[in-house]
């Protein structure tokens, strides 16, 4: 977690679980991730270097009900494609359950991580069984709170692995 302010941006009340997992090849893996008190009220930005260009969508910031992929800002919840199109203003079925015809279109683009960012506290949860159904198509799910999964995003992203997100931007 950046120590300098400057590397952050303010944001409302930002309180992580501290138990996001990874269910990958049938193992239940927790990740501790950096719990962001509210006192701090800080949200993780991505550090800009001019000299890199990656080519490919980078999440830059996120913040309550905001996020900020190459410099454009989206103030809705969001799909982002293996192919780095973003789609803004998704909804899902049931409210605070993913389910799975709520990534149908990132199951269907062949993403071998789906990451699904569940809110600035977690607020979004997978329906019951998600995970293994996705496991039996090859796909690994990485639920968690968005600091954490932002930074899986960028990590994977980075990487070259074929990925696709969905962030819920508040809760």
């Not at 039996?136 to 994977?156: C, R, S």
């Not at 696709?164 to 809760?171: D, E, I, M, N």
Request: with cysteine; net charge neutral; hydrophobic share 40%.
């Amino acid at each position: 977690m950046p120590g300098n302010k400057a590397d952050a941006v303010p944001c409302e009340c930002l309180q992580l679980f501290p138990f996001p997992f990874i269910l990958q090849k049938g193992e239940l893996i927790l990740l501790f991730s950096y719990g962001l008190m509210e006192k701090d009220h800080l949200a993780l930005k991505r550090p800009q270097n001019p000299q890199v260009d990656d080519g490919c969508n980078m999440i830059d910031s996120h913040a309550f009900g905001t996020m900020v992929i190459d410099g454009k800002t989206y103030t809705s919840d969001l799909i982002i494609f293996p192919d780095s199109r973003v789609k803004d203003r998704w909804w899902r079925k049931k409210g605070h359950l993913l389910t799975l015809d709520d990534i149908k279109t990132l199951i269907n683009e062949k993403a071998e991580i789906i990451i699904a960012g569940t809110g600035t506290s977690g607020g979004m949860k997978p329906e019951k069984g998600i995970e293994i159904h996705l496991l039996e198509k090859g796909i690994t799910l990485i639920a968690a709170p968005n600091a954490a999964a932002v930074e899986a995003f960028n990590e994977k992203k980075k990487a070259g692995i074929v990925i696709g997100a969905c962030f819920h931007l508040t809760c």
